[in-house]
């Protein structure tokens, strides 16, 4: 199996700072790898796939890069509405796997 | 509008067996890959099973293997979790999530729904 980590596992930043989570994964996975938001008692919310690409209707300040083992998540401007638990997750092979989760809290 | 709409949770005893519904609408259903993933409270997200657009291949996590059975119907625009000798781990959130195309391969949960808790507890 494919093991994802990610880091660190917690945050803590104030609104406007600029954000940036890592995702590791434990062999080359090229660039299948997905970003979600999750709010507490809410639905996972798909923001970012094929490691780069936005998903339609997500800000822009959020952008993915990354392939082969490392990926980046950034919050370029972080918005009072971002501060959540955010997820990797690998689709190169089954099973599909996620990461550990990295929760942003405010500062 | 994407809408899915899970139903079928609840508690249930060790070794006890429960039926999950993922009802979905605002796309064409049987053109995509349907899948159940699960949270246990205050854990992180895990995949659970993945079921092509047609229904002729499943996957499923290592966890559950053997005791889960994803299916769905298309004419009913329905996809299932037919979870049998169910475990206190099995205890989570199950969320339905619409893949990004017909296969499990390479994609990713587009869409999701709002989840229905299982609790497996005597």
């Known amino acids: 199996d494919i093991q994802m980590t990610q880091s660190p596992s917690s945050l803590s930043a104030s609104v406007g700072d600029r954000v940036t989570i890592t995702c590791r994964a434990s062999?080359?996975?090229?660039?299948?790898l997905n970003w979600y938001q999750q709010k507490p008692g809410k639905a996972p919310k798909l923001l970012i796939y094929?490691?780069?690409s936005l998903q339609s209707g997500v800000p822009s300040r959020f952008s993915g890069s990354g392939s082969g083992t490392d990926f980046t998540l950034t919050i370029s401007s972080l918005q009072p509405e971002d501060f959540a638990t955010y997820y990797c997750?690998?689709?190169?092979?089954?099973?599909?796997?996620f990461g550990q989760g990295t929760r942003l809290e405010i500062k | 509008e994407v809408q899915l709409l899970e139903s079928g949770g609840g508690l249930e005893q060790p070794g006890g067996s429960l039926r999950l519904s993922c009802a979905a609408s605002?796309?064409?259903?049987?053109?995509?890959?349907m899948s159940w993933v699960r949270q246990a409270p205050g854990k992180g997200l895990e995949w659970v099973s993945t079921?092509?657009?047609?229904?002729?291949?499943?996957y499923y996590a290592d966890s559950v293997k053997g005791r889960f059975t994803i299916s769905r119907d298309n004419s009913k625009n329905t996809q299932y979790l037919q979870m049998n000798n169910l475990r206190a781990e099995d205890t989570a959130v199950y969320y339905c999530?619409?893949?990004?195309?017909?296969?499990?391969?390479?994609?990713?949960?587009?869409?999701w729904g709002q989840g229905t808790l299982v609790t497996v507890s005597s």
């Open positions: 999530a619409k893949y990004s195309w017909a296969s499990w391969y390479h994609g990713y949960f587009q869409h």
């Open positions: 605002g796309f064409t259903f049987s053109s995509y890959a």
């Open positions: 079921i092509i657009d047609s229904g002729g291949s499943t």
């Open positions: 062999q080359s996975i090229s660039s299948y």
């Open positions: 094929a490691a780069s």
């Open positions: 997750q690998q689709s190169y092979n089954t099973p599909i796997t």
